[in-house]
């Protein structure tokens, strides 16, 4: 198994299991060496309209599924680091951590 990937991919938020209310394209940089990192591009960047909706839904709830070219979807908890990169950094989503109240776990698989 490699570890380390580049390549383009999708984020997506789920509002349930058959709503997508965002669908973001990404380049990621994923390496698995001690532990599982991922940082993201937005591909293209995102317009200003875009960059809101995303921002509204960070509020809401920070879990996207991100969902490589090749088919593979991976649950993920996304948080924009804060300088003027556009840099993301994706952490693999761990339900059985997750202490927030009414968090959605509805996301397609394949």
Do not use: K
């Amino acid at each position: 198994m490699p570890d380390h990937h580049e390549g383009t991919a999708t984020i997506e938020w789920w509002a349930n299991s058959s709503t997508c209310l965002a669908r973001l394209g990404v380049y990621v940089t994923i390496r698995a060496a001690h532990e599982w990192t991922c940082e993201a591009w937005f591909t293209p960047a995102l317009s200003p309209e875009d960059q809101e909706g995303f921002d509204f839904l960070m509020e809401l709830d920070p879990l996207f599924t991100l969902r490589f070219d090749e088919g593979g979807t991976l649950l993920v908890d996304v948080v924009a680091v804060p300088d003027d990169s556009g840099r993301l950094s994706l952490t693999a989503h761990e339900p059985a951590n997750d202490r927030r109240a009414g968090t959605r776990r509805a996301a397609p698989a394949g």
